[in-house]
């Protein structure tokens, strides 16, 4: 009985002493995993806060729909993080992206990346970082022929054929931002897009004062073209357009230089002058010296501005405008009879014959000064 009790203690204390080795070797097992768990971590976390070894600014490009891991292998495969590491970069940057919450925040675009930025430093310019600008802008007052130079233009970042020139007032003179590689075609079509939203729109809501002569909204567009040519103070186009459509209520003509110039250029030049006698006295679709009503067709691509201002013009009786002075930020004088108008005239031309004699002394005193040893900075 004793020699059977004494086995059995020595094979339960057998047992217990097997248990005892396998827990050690499982704590062993779990210590070593956590410690190798913490390096690689601490390895990791080094290497994603690590100054990166780029020593210029650079571009970097995040398509549209990347993902993280899709960025993390391209920016690897351009050298902008590091290459050839004990644990990839890629993964390295992912990890960070995932750990910090930022696995959806990547924002399509370019973006210049600083140099020596770290992984942490780029996922952090490609999440919260604005990216560089590219657009085009259609300038109130611009021709189509000018836009689609610009389009067409080498250096854009816009891909495609050329694009044809677009009918003139079909593009909404507004600044358009686009993506690199986005096409031509898909630029202009937005231009042209923005603009039937936008007539439409304001044409829904014009003044039915207008209707007696805008009749529909290609003529809407083709005053406000004039209107944008004459006048580039915000402030007066409503004048302005109330000056052209209570002539056109009186069945005057309308008069004015923009639509002279426009005949002669086919919006295909600018000209920084005023018509000459023989093209005032030419008989063009466009001289509206010589035409009744509208000309056939808008002679630049409007903003929402003059669009407006024409569907809602100023409560005025005027008939006749005038430049205030040379400098076009002046603005215009305007008046309700011919006989006023004329006084303005003359208020004009006097200002624009001091203008000019100041420019002639100011030319003579800067001769002066060039010849006495000083420097002269160009007039602004």
Do not use: C
């Not at 704590?27 to 690689?40: F, H, P, R, Y």
């Not at 571009?59 to 590091?82: C, W, Y």
């Not at 358009?176 to 986005?182: I, S």
């Not at 409560?315 to 205030?324: E, G, T």
Request: proline residues 7%; charged residues 25%.
């Amino acid at each position: 009985m004793a020699n059977e009790r004494s086995e059995k203690r020595a094979r339960k204390k057998r047992r217990s002493g097997g248990l005892l080795s396998v827990i050690n070797a499982l704590l062993t097992l779990l210590v070593l995993g956590i410690l190798v768990a913490v390096g690689i971590f601490l390895y990791g976390a080094s290497q994603f806060y690590a100054p990166g070894a780029v020593k210029t600014e650079a571009n970097f490009t995040v398509e549209k729909g990347s993902s993280v891991m899709t960025t993390a292998r391209r920016l690897e495969e351009q050298g902008l993080i590091p290459q050839g590491q004990l644990l990839p970069s890629e993964w390295l940057f992912w990890g960070g992206a995932r750990a910090l919450k930022k696995e959806g925040d990547l924002k399509a675009g370019v973006y210049a990346l600083k140099p020596n930025s770290s992984m942490a430093d780029i996922l952090t310019e490609l999440t919260e970082g604005k990216p560089l600008d590219f657009f085009v802008n259609v300038i109130p007052g611009d021709t189509s022929f000018q836009v689609a130079e610009r389009l067409n233009a080498v250096g854009p970042n816009l891909t495609g054929e050329p694009v044809p020139v677009p009918p003139e007032g079909t593009l909404l003179a507004v600044r358009y931002d686009f993506f690199p590689g986005d096409s031509r075609i898909s630029v202009l079509e937005k231009m042209q897009a923005e603009m039937k939203k936008t007539v439409d729109e304001i044409w829904a809501g014009r003044d039915p004062a207008i209707d007696p002569v805008i009749k529909s909204p290609a003529e809407l567009v083709t005053m406000a073209s004039i209107v944008e040519k004459e006048t580039g103070v915000a402030s007066e186009r409503p004048q302005v357009a109330a000056v052209f459509i209570n002539r056109l209520k009186k069945s005057m003509r309308l008069q004015t230089d923009p639509t002279v110039l426009y005949g002669v250029t086919e919006g295909k030049a600018v000209l920084s002058r005023g018509p000459t006698s023989s093209e005032l006295k030419a008989k063009t679709a466009y001289n509206t010296y010589q035409i009744d009503g509208l000309p056939p067709g808008p002679i630049a691509n409007p903003g929402e501005d003059a669009l407006r201002a024409v569907a809602h013009p100023a409560a005025i009786k005027d008939l006749y405008f005038v430049a205030k002075s040379a400098n076009p930020a002046d603005g215009h004088l305007f008046a309700e009879t011919y006989a006023e108008h004329r006084k303005n005239v003359r208020l004009y031309r006097k200002a624009a014959a001091e203008a000019d004699s100041e420019a002639a002394k100011e030319a003579l005193e800067a001769e002066q000064a060039e010849d006495a040893g000083e420097t002269v900075e160009p007039a602004n």
